[in-house]
Structures are given as C-alpha cells and as structure tokens.
C-alpha cells in the first residue's frame, strides 16, 4: 500500500487554461475527498465520493470545477478557465468506511497550483 | 458562526520544552475531534483522534490531546518536543451525518529552537 498518490505535484497555467488533477486513493478506500489549502490557511473541504457518487460539493466549487470518479478508484479535479485565486494547493483523501471510528482521511501529497 | 479556532498563529518553543497548542470549537454538538501535523513538502498526517470514551488521548510522536466539553475545547501537547516537531498543526472537526468531512482550523505553526 503506497498511500494516497496525487498527479502532477506541481501545474503553472496561465489564466484562463483548463487545468486537470489526478487523485489514487489507498486501493478499496470507498471514499474519496478534495480539499484547497491556501497559502497560511487551513484546508477547505471542496466535494467528496462514496465509491463513484459525488454526496455533496462545497459552494466553494463553482462551475468552473469539476470533479468525477468514473470507476469509484481514481478521481479527477478539473478547473476550466483558472482564474489567479485558483492559486492553491488541492489536496486529496480517502478514507474507509462510514463509522466516524473507520473513516480516517489519508491525505495525499498535495497538487500546488499557479495561475500566472 | 461555526468554526474550528486555533488562537495561536506562531508558537517558538525550545528543544525539549512542553508544548501545548490551543484548539477551541463552536458548533452545538460535541463533534468528532481531529489533530493533523503538516510538515513542508508532506501530506497531512494524523495526530490522533477523539470520538468518545476517555477525554485523554494519545496519538503518534509523542503526543496527546485532552477533550474538554465544559471549555469546548481540544488542546494538543508535547512533554518535550524535538526538532523534527517544527511543522504545521491543524485541529480539525467532522460530523457522521455531514459525511465526516474535515473543518479545519487556521493552523498553528511551531518552531523549534534548538
């Protein structure tokens, strides 16, 4: 079991490109959520998927965002048009089971994205 | 207003000192209580964790955390902290029926002086 893997590490855009993030979850982790840290904050919970069902999505993700997990293994993050306060870092969990006592978050390394 | 609050932004501790960092929450049920160390260039990693039972617990490196209804209140602490304890420290909070998701707080960052 090599953790919660995150792709690529690092993305410089240029405002305005679409960008795409990849998320390996620990392998028959059933769920599977993203984050936005932002530099000197806490991280901020953006959506999360039981197997490859999206249960809710923060109002922070605006329809530039978009999220899926086809096969409820890896997910995807997409940003459509990046803006500047795109800028942040995305972080990836996944976690087993439903009972708080089961459900520990594994975090990935983290994708830090630039918008220039 | 909701919220996971860390009071202390920077903390300066000398090698071998106790630690303590301060976590205050406000919501109206006793959620589930969370401690995450981040170091730079490194995923989160969990601490420990409270959901019920004894209000001491002892999580990984040493360190423990005591819940406290009365003070809604979930402090973290170190007897004698090492140089490899300079990080990032964030509290956390998650609800069963909110899909356990993570509230953070802002974050306590910790340096060691050796």
């Known amino acids: 079991d090599t953790g919660v893997s995150q792709d690529p590490r690092h993305k410089i855009t240029k405002r305005g490109q679409n960008v795409t993030f990849r998320c390996d979850p620990i392998?028959?982790?059933?769920?599977l959520y993203w984050y936005r840290q932002t530099l000197g904050q806490g991280p901020e919970f953006l959506t999360y998927?039981?197997?490859?069902?999206?249960?809710?999505k923060s109002r922070l993700l605006s329809d530039r965002f978009s999220a899926e997990r086809p096969k409820g293994s890896f997910s995807t993050l997409e940003i459509q048009r990046t803006e500047q306060g795109d800028s942040a870092m995305y972080l990836c969990?996944?976690?087993?089971?439903?009972?708080?006592?089961?459900?520990?978050?594994?975090f990935g390394p983290g994708t830090r994205l630039t918008v220039l | 207003a909701q919220s996971v609050t860390q009071p202390d932004i920077h903390i300066t501790v000398s090698e071998g000192a106790s630690l303590e960092l301060r976590c205050n929450y406000s919501?109206?049920?006793?959620?589930?209580l969370f401690w995450y160390v981040q170091s730079p260039g490194q995923g989160l990693q969990l601490l420990l964790k409270?959901?019920?039972?004894?209000?001491l617990v002892q999580g990984i490196k040493g360190f423990e955390a005591e819940f406290k209804r009365s003070q809604s209140s979930f402090n973290l602490r170190k007897p004698s902290v090492h140089w490899s304890d300079a990080a990032e420290y964030f509290c956390a909070v998650a609800f069963k029926a909110a899909g356990n998701k993570l509230t953070f707080g802002g974050g306590t960052r910790v340096l060691v002086k050796p």
């Open positions: 998927f039981q197997n490859e069902a999206q249960l809710e």
């Open positions: 392998s028959e982790h059933n769920r």
């Open positions: 919501y109206g049920a006793t959620p589930y």
């Open positions: 969990a996944s976690s087993q089971g439903d009972a708080p006592s089961s459900d520990t978050q594994y």
């Open positions: 409270y959901f019920s039972g004894d209000t």
